[in-house]
Structures are given as structure tokens and as C-alpha cells.
């Protein structure tokens, strides 16, 4: 909350546009837990400048969202979006030449006009983490981008934002038939393990390799590692290469949880839970997931699993399906924790939350103001969205 309701800030104007908008008497979700009803937003220049009730500002374009929700966009935290101009395309996310390529970086695979073409704020997401695929061992570095804009540069709110890597069944489905290493789970921590060797060593040949220059960061704690892991023998195996380094370790897709996951440093990016075909889906304990969420543990939802490219609507298919399953279960989870695994916790893992992922006082004008609650029912509506402070939906959209 802000003190004082009047507002005498920037009346300086991009692209022509307002840039001066009040969000007036909304149902304000804060992507933190938190609920303000009948509350006000400010934002001037893409920015959330104060958040209160009975604001008054002059010349202001003003959103009456009086019975409404009023969200944070949601993030989906590990996608291929963007990377390819179509369905069924080759990606350029997907460089399988070597299983060790650190040094690539998604950036370079972003298309923003394909990014566009899936329309992923009509869904309320704003933003989401870009990444290579799950084929590789270590397939260069991920990246954070709006879900609306004209050029990777404008779009782009981190990068790199992680390394990501796999050591699930896919990377010895890409290299094994080629006769090639890795094609065994030996063979894919051998070459880890070797790795973390050479950014140890003091050879001169050792220090100039890319790879290593782009691993070091990693195993200083600097950038995240996130590896896609399906069971419980691949995470803890994770888990016991890393014990002993200061890594930031996010461990991703993952499916076969348990409590002893509690007490481990890592975030959790959850796979896509509405993937009936995916042979690790019927593995999921729920109730270990919920203990964890109910503990503090980092866990984000994502539409990332096997399909090459998910759907959209898929983000909230497994938000609607974790609070069923609640429900099924007794447990006490309710609509703003899930909300929290679409927006604050999915930016907190990317390293991001500094702009984006809550509605709060001087962070990014990520908002979206849905018609009733999206996590309650599937009635409700994204009827404004806004990305930077600019209406990409609704009132006055471009």
C-alpha cells in the first residue's frame, strides 16, 4: 500500500500512446497470497506506480474493474515458444550435433513474430522462460521473454536467465541411435562429472573451452541449473552430483515426487500434469507435492513435457487439475497458491521477480483482468491485458 491517494508522477508518452492507466475498484490478486478487494493500480510509463484505494489521478485512462480479478500475467516457466515458425517445424532450440553445448544460447532461436502467432496472453501468460529442448545433457541457456513485442531485444526481460539441461530416457533416445555416447545414464553422468572436472583444472586448454567458460558460472552458484528430471532415481542422482557445490539447482518436469525432496536446496518446475500419454503421469504423489508446496518448497507449474508443441491453454488445464486434485485430497491448498506457481514462484526460480510475477509497487505492468477468477472457473475471461503497460487485449488495445 502507498501513502497518499494523489498522484502527480510522469504524463510522458511512448509510441504515442497513454501511458498513464488506473485499474479502479478491482479484486487485486498479488501473485504473493494476497487479496485487496476494491483496490486501485496506477500505472505510469509500464510500470505499477502505487496500489491503494480511492486513488485520484488527473488524465489518466481509467479500467473499471469493480467485481473483477485482477492478476498478475502468468509465467509459464520453461517453453519452446518462440522457436520455431509452425507446428511440426524443426526447432532451432534443438541442437543435437553434441550432447554438451553450454555455450549456445537460446536467444538467438527467438522468433518474436512466432511467438506472437500462438497469442499466449489471450490465456493470461505474459511471459515465459525459453529454453533448448530436453535432448541434450546441457543444451545452452535459457532466457525470459514478454509474451507480446516487436524484436527479441524489447521483449527479452533476462538473459541468461539459467542453463538447462536433461538427464531424462530423451537424451539416450537422441544419441543411441546413432551409436553414439551418451547412450546409457553412466554415459550421461560420466560426461556431467567430466565436465565439473575440467572447470576444476588449472590446464590452460581446460580454461579456454567454451564449454567450461560456460558451465564455470553454474558451479559458482551465479546461474541456475535447470534439469529436466522424470523419476526419483534421476533426481536423487542430481541431487548427489551437485551435494557438495554452491549450484542453484532447479529440477524440472518432474513427475515422481516425494517429501524427501523437503529438505533438499532446489526449486521444482513441475511437468505438464494433463499429459496422459506421458508413461511417468500416473507416478505423480500428490499428496507428497502438496506437503512440499505447504512447506515453502519453490514449485512451479508449466505446460513443458513431451509434446514438441503444447498448447496454450495447457497452463491452466494443470492449474484447474492440481486444485482438483486438492480437493480429491483434503488438502489445504487453495486458489492464490496455485496462482503464486503460475506468477511469483515461476519468476523467483528465473530470476526475474524483481520485474515481473506480483502486482507490486515498481515492478513491470504484467497485468491481467479476468472476468471472474481463472482458478476457480472456466467461465471467467481475460477481458484487458496489459504487458509492459501496454493493452494488448481489450480497451483501447493496439
Known amino acids: 500500500m502507498c501513502l497518499g491517494n494523489h498522484y502527480n508522477g510522469s504524463r510522458q508518452k511512448k509510441n504515442g500512446g497513454i501511458d498513464l492507466i488506473l485499474i479502479r475498484n478491482g479484486n487485486v490478486h ?33 479500467i473499471e474493474a469493480e467485481g473483477k480479478c485482477v492478476m498478475p500475467g502468468w509465467i509459464d516457466p520453461l517453453s519452446g515458444w518462440g522457436t520455431a515458425a509452425g507446428r511440426g517445424q524443426a526447432r532451432d532450440n534443438d541442437e543435437t550435433s553434441d550432447p554438451l553445448t553450454p555455450q549456445l544460447d537460446v536467444y538467438y532461436a ?21 529454453a533448448p529442448s530436453n535432448n541434450n545433457i546441457l543444451g545452452g541457456s535459457a532466457a525470459v521473454f514478454k509474451a507480446y513485442g516487436k524484436t527479441a531485444e524489447a521483449m527479452c526481460v ?11 530416457d530423451k537424451v ?10 551418451p547412450m546409457t545414464k553412466m554415459g550421461i553422468f560420466s560426461a556431467l562429472r567430466e565436465l565439473i572436472a575440467k572447470c576444476r583444472s588449472d590446464k590452460a586448454e581446460d580454461q579456454k573451452d567454451l564449454k567450461v567458460q560456460a558451465f564455470r558460472p553454474v558451479l559458482e552458484g551465479r546461474l541456475p541449473l535447470i534439469l529436466n528430471c522424470n523419476t526419483k532415481a534421476e533426481a536423487d542422482a542430481v541431487l548427489s552430483l551437485f551435494e557438495k557445490e554452491p549450484v542453484q539447482l532447479i529440477l524440472a518436469n518432474m513427475y515422481q515426487l516425494d517429501e524427501s525432496l523437503k529438505d533438499k536446496a532446489c526449486g521444482l518446475i513441475l511437468g505438464d500434469l494433463t499429459d496422459g500419454f506421458n508413461r511417468y503421469h500416473a507416478a505423480v504423489d500428490y499428496k507428497a507435492l502438496f506437503d512440499l508446496i505447504k512447506a515453502g518448497k519453490p514449485v512451479a507449474l508449466s505446460a513443458f513435457g513431451d509434446a514438441v508443441s503444447p498448447g496454450r491453454e495447457i497452463l491452466m488445464w494443470n492449474a484447474h ?51 471472474g477468477n481463472p482458478l476457480e472457473t472456466f467461465r471467467a475471461l481475460p477481458e484487458t491485458v496489459m504487458i509492459s503497460g501496454e493493452i494488448v487485449k481489450g480497451e483501447k488495445a493496439a
Open 321 to 371: 487439475g492440481l486444485l482438483a486434485q486438492a480437493r480429491r485430497l483434503g488438502a489445504e491448498i487453495t486458489s492464490e497458491d496455485v496462482l503464486k506457481m503460475l506468477t511469483s514462484v515461476p519468476a523467483q526460480l528465473l530470476g526475474v521477480a524483481d520485474r515481473i510475477g506480483s502486482l507490486t509497487e515498481g515492478k513491470d505492468a504484467d497485468v491481467v483482468i479476468w472476468s
Open 172 to 181: 539416450k533416445q537422441t544419441y543411441g541411435p546413432r551409436n553414439a555416447a
Open 110 to 130: 527467438f522468433d518474436p513474430e512466432s511467438m506472437m502467432y500462438q497469442e499466449l496472453w489471450g490465456y493470461g501468460i505474459t511471459a515465459a522462460g525459453v
Open 30 to 62: 498479488d501473485g504473493l497470497g494476497q487479496v485487496l478487494a476494491k483496490t486501485d493500480i496506477l500505472i505510469d510509463n509500464g510500470k505499477i506506480v502505487r496500489i491503494g484505494q480511492h486513488l485520484e489521478v488527473a488524465q489518466a485512462q481509467v
Open 158 to 168: 533476462k538473459v541468461p536467465a539459467a542453463l538447462k539441461g536433461s538427464v531424462d
